[in-house]
């Protein structure tokens, strides 16, 4: 048997590769359950310093704790992505406690149900300024620093919600659609600063903002399993398996990686099923 010598560029070392954020300082909100608190828990077991933000500014702390118990390194902010001082305020004591970021992950959002004909103008107002317009002012309040830093990565999350249509979900639907388009234009703005721009668009997770959805149906049980053989991979899907999709982007394999959202829905939106 002979073995051919192969060169390979831009080899990491082994060491590194089993931390894929090692020396990393990620902000994450919404972090205090779901998607958020996966994100969180995965980045810390990669190495990362994690700030946990969060309206929940208990369950912020209690995450940040057992991360630490577990040797991680993190800590809890109280903030309200709703608010600009609040924001101005986490910025700053995620930035003094890390010592600067890296990573910025904008997760917090609410789930509403409605039509143009049934959704009220406050709660259309309300889910487009937390699933939206937040978005725009966590970024925005994050974006002069990761300029003087010479970079980051800001990620957010989308929703499938925000590629297909859904049938009484216009105001979320809306909402998710425009973080998808969020993301391209900071994308192409954030390049010659060094700034990566992308997002994940999920498809049904078992949090507790789809289970709370689940829980509100006639038939909790007939909507669930409905909801699960909408995916052609026959369930919906853990928080983890989203949170390993940031990971990537957050990670220096997706450097190359800008203005794409990345869609991880077990197949939902890849078209009809046979039939």
Known sequence: MVFRQVHVRNHIPIEAALMRLAGKRALVTG??????????????????AVAIADLN????????????DRGGRALGIAADVGDEESVAAMMDRAWEALGG???????????????????????WDRVIDLDLSSIYRVSRAAWPRFVEAGGGAIL??????????????????????GVVMLTKCMALDGAAHGIRANCV??????????????EAQDDPVASRAAVDAAHPLGRIGQPDEIAGA???????EARWVTGTALVIDG?????????
Not at 57 to 68: L, R, V
Not at 267 to 275: E, Q, V
């Open 31 to 48: 972090a205090a359950s779901g998607i958020g608190a996966a994100t969180a828990e995965r980045f810390a077991a990669e190495g990362a």
């Open 57 to 68: 500014s208990a369950g912020a702390d209690e995450h940040a704790s057992a991360i630490c």
């Open 101 to 123: 970021v890296d990573i910025l992950v904008n997760n917090a959002a609410i789930p509403t149900m409605g039509t143009v004909e049934t959704l009220a103008g406050d709660e």
């Open 156 to 177: 957010s999350t989308a929703s499938v919600a925000g590629i297909i249509g859904m049938a009484g979900q216009h105001g979320y639907s809306a909402a998710k659609a």
């Open 201 to 214: 668009c999920p498809g049904f997770v078992e949090t507790p903002m789809v289970l709370t959805y689940f």
């Open 246 to 252: 940031f990971l990537y982007l957050a990670s220096d």
């Open 267 to 275: 197949g939902l939106t890849a078209g009809l099923p046979p039939g």
